[in-house]
């Protein structure tokens, strides 16, 4: 090896080091908007658009036309793609009947909202993005995904629905990018599951074994999280679905004794933590800062149409709900596998601009929708816990001078 491949060798090892250290530093400047956020008793929605929002300045923010904070694409596409396999595995653990009690009515809901997403924001993202069909159907996969938001209701909703919509995402571009005649797309994309499912059923019988008679600490939390890892690569390597197999053995764990024995549900606070500031920040590394008007009111009309289809569903198979129970399970906010779509699509693939920065302007609407609804509820709730302790001074005190009376 001569010196000049030493040499660049060498910087290649410092970049990825530096890389490293950039994202250390995002962790900590995460933490410390959580940090204001608990000490001023903000809502969870906009401490993530000030994450998203910070992420956009760090990566805009330049000294003599260098950016601070610079990360390569395919590092940037590296860290997207850990981040995904644990997000899946963390949404698949809740796949059980503990977590998600949830009715004929909510699984007709689902069903009903996620098809009307695929024909009418579909064809909309068509017409108005200029995206082909794959795209759009992507697209309209990705924006029915919900995080929890005030109703509990939401969140057997959001566990069950998110890991499948997720999935089914990467399958219809992995069912894309195997059509080449129909019947070897077909065979190929059932051989496709079939390893994922076989190779995250033998990887979920070894982490039920090796843990069996464990109690379930961080550590084993990050050896689970190396599992998963290592079960996507190798599943990807023999050409399988690497995000299937993770789902099935984050499933397969989920409703197994080992994981209710030790009553695991999610994440330590810690490693949840890092994975939500890391994907949202990192919103902003991946995207240009080029959002247009002609964007902001495409991506307007197209959230407006999705809370109508949403709200007109949601009427129609809850006509007993209140209004108000109406409104909150319609606004119900975007989140984390929004985030990392949007992560991964602008660093894999090409001529995606229009299709991310629409994505981007969904995050931010649904946001900022979902931080004005938390603020106004918690106002009522103020008032009310005033009115409370009022009406309490005034209980005891009528019975403090009736004994001073006496």
């Not at 860290?79 to 009715?103: A, D, H, K, Q, Y």
């Not at 050409?239 to 984050?250: I, Q, R, Y």
């Not at 409703?255 to 890092?274: E, L």
Request: net charge positive; hydrophobic share 55%.
């Amino acid at each position: 090896m001569g010196f000049s491949d030493k040499k660049a060798k060498r910087c290649g090892v410092d970049s990825l080091i530096i890389q490293f250290i950039y994202l250390a530093i995002i962790i900590v400047l995460g933490g410390g908007v959580l940090y204001l956020r608990r000490k001023a008793s903000g809502n969870k929605s906009f401490y993530k658009f000030v994450l998203i929002i910070l992420g956009l300045l760090l990566a805009a923010y330049t000294v003599n036309g260098t950016s601070i904070i610079h990360f390569d694409r395919y590092f940037l596409g590296s860290v997207g793609v850990l981040l995904l396999v644990i997000l899946m595995f963390e949404l698949s653990v809740r796949l059980n009947p503990e977590n998600i009690r949830i009715t004929r009515k909510h699984l007709t809901r689902i069903g009903l909202l996620v098809i009307a997403n695929l024909v009418i924001i579909t064809l909309l993202a068509t017409v108005l993005l200029g995206i082909d069909l794959v795209q759009a159907m992507v697209y309209a996969l990705i924006i029915s995904t919900i995080e929890f938001f005030i109703i509990e209701e939401l969140r057997a909703e959001g566990d069950l629905a998110n890991p499948l919509l997720l999935l089914f995402s990467f399958l219809v571009f992995g069912f894309y990018v195997s059509m080449q005649s129909t019947f070897f797309s077909l065979l190929y994309f059932l051989q496709y599951l079939l390893i994922g499912l076989g190779m995250g059923v033998l990887v979920g019988i070894l982490v039920f074994k090796s843990l069996k008679h464990r109690r379930i600490t961080w550590f084993h939390e990050l050896a689970l999280i190396a599992a998963a890892l290592t079960l996507f690569i190798c599943t990807e390597y023999v050409n399988g679905s690497g995000l299937f197999a993770v789902m099935v053995m984050g499933m397969f764990y989920g409703n197994s004794f080992v994981r209710k024995r030790a009553d695991y549900k999610s994440f330590s606070p810690f490693i949840f933590k890092s994975l939500e500031m890391l994907i949202f920040i990192l919103i902003g590394f991946a995207i240009p800062l080029l959002l247009s008007w002609k964007t902001f009111w495409q991506s307007l009309l197209i959230f407006v149409v999705y809370l109508a289809l949403r709200f007109v569903v949601i009427t129609l198979v809850h006509k007993s709900y209140s209004l108000k129970n109406k409104f909150y399970l319609t606004i119900a906010p975007k989140g984390m596998i929004l985030g990392i779509m949007i992560i991964l699509l602008s660093t894999y693939l090409q001529g995606s601009t229009a299709l991310v920065n629409s994505l981007l302007m969904i995050l931010l609407l649904s946001l900022i929708v979902s931080t004005i609804a938390e603020h106004l509820e918690h106002k009522k709730i103020m008032r009310l816990d005033r009115l409370f302790e009022v009406l309490k001074k005034i209980r005891f005190g009528r019975k403090q001078d009736l004994k001073q009376k006496r």
